[in-house]
């Protein structure tokens, strides 16, 4: 008699253990694919976004978007939050409602969705620009070679050019290309065509950790 009760009881239970076994597979799986998403986001390898620059005239200005012409045609460049408007000459920062049309423009940024140029800082003037543009920036040597350097900067990699009129420094003083190792923080401040910077001023301000 009590094997027979026992026998109807676990009849009884069984679809409750089948369901409990069920969620429990399907929690190890959810479990092994999240791990799986979580080392492949890992072992990805960091995307190389290079600044960009465009030289122009305003043709529109429509939201938050510039229309420049320029040597290659028509670019767009988007107006962020955080970009810098500064006016030439002079170096003054100025808002997007003191931008003209007419001006004459140069545009330094991230690539974005399309054509469009995201941009980081805005130069106007009301006259031509010719000469290249500069910009300064501070990042961690990531790999090297005999005429480069990638740097580290705002968790994006950065590809520096470097020649024969580059200045590498030191808080000690001048040092060498050859000084330099992976890991060293630079400041270095590079001209801009296109999207290749070449390196101006090389300064170390700090080595890299001895392991």
């Known amino acids: 008699m009590h094997k027979i009760a026992l026998i109807a ?4 239970f069984s679809p409750l253990f089948s369901h409990l076994a ?3 597979d399907a929690v190890t799986e959810n479990l092994k694919r999240r791990l799986q998403e979580s080392l492949q986001i890992e072992t990805s390898p960091s995307p190389t976004i290079e600044l960009r620059a465009y030289i122009g005239t305003i043709k529109d200005l429509i939201g938050n978007t510039l229309v420049i012409n320029g040597k290659d045609g028509k670019q767009d460049i988007r107006i962020e939050d955080g970009t810098v408007i500064l006016r030439s000459p002079g170096n003054t920062n100025i808002k997007q409602e003191n931008i003209n049309i007419g001006d004459y ?19 106007v003037s009301s006259s031509p620009i010719e000469s290249p543009p500069k910009l300064t920036a ?11 350097l990638t740097l580290s900067i705002d968790d994006n990699d950065q590809k520096i050019l470097v020649n024969a009129k580059t200045t590498f420094k030191s808080p000690a003083g001048p040092i060498e290309f050859t000084d330099l190792e992976l890991g060293d923080t630079l400041i270095y401040t590079a001209t801009l065509s296109d999207s290749t910077q070449t390196a101006t001023i090389l300064m170390r301000v700090k080595t890299a950790p001895i392991e």
């Open 105 to 123: 423009l140069i545009a330094i940024g991230y690539p974005g969705d399309g054509e469009t140029l995201l941009g980081r800082r805005l130069i």
């Open 9 to 12: 009881l676990l009849l009884a």
């Open 22 to 24: 069920q969620a429990e």
């Open 138 to 148: 501070m990042g961690t040597v990531k790999k090297m070679d005999k005429t480069s």
